[in-house]
């Protein structure tokens, strides 16, 4: 059982920057694709990026490509993601997601864990 925790959210004006983290515990984080999703007000949750489990690639919703970068460090059983040129339509939770290797990785079945989400919040 994989237990993840987000951090780093807030309150934002529009073009700055933040960086979530997420801290994994009990489980193997390094046996895991890893994932950021987003549900802002009255929308779906939807996939935002994902990367392997040792970070050799990535990949990005067009909505944070270009923007967004994620990244891992095994060592420290974290995944982080780095907004910049934040966009008030990027208001929304926040959450990681910890999955098997699969085929697909866009989908919120395609992970097994989730954290609880943390909030950011952009103004215009």
């Known amino acids: 059982q994989v237990q993840l925790v987000e951090s780093g959210g807030g309150l934002v004006q529009a073009g700055g920057s933040l960086r979530l983290s997420c801290a994994a515990s009990?489980?193997?984080?390094?046996?895991?694709?890893m994932g950021w999703f987003r549900q802002g007000p009255g929308k779906e949750r939807e996939f935002v990026a994902a990367i392997s489990r040792y970070g050799a690639s990535s990949n990005y919703a067009e909505s944070a490509q270009g923007r967004f970068t994620i990244s891992r460090e095994n060592a420290k059983n974290t995944l982080y993601l780095q907004m910049n040129s934040l966009k008030p339509e990027d208001t929304a939770v926040y959450y990681c997601a910890a999955g098997a290797m699969r085929a697909s990785y866009t989908g919120r079945a395609d992970y097994d864990y989730w954290g609880q989400g943390t909030q950011v919040t952009v103004s215009s």
């Open positions: 009990g489980g193997s984080f390094s046996f895991y694709r």
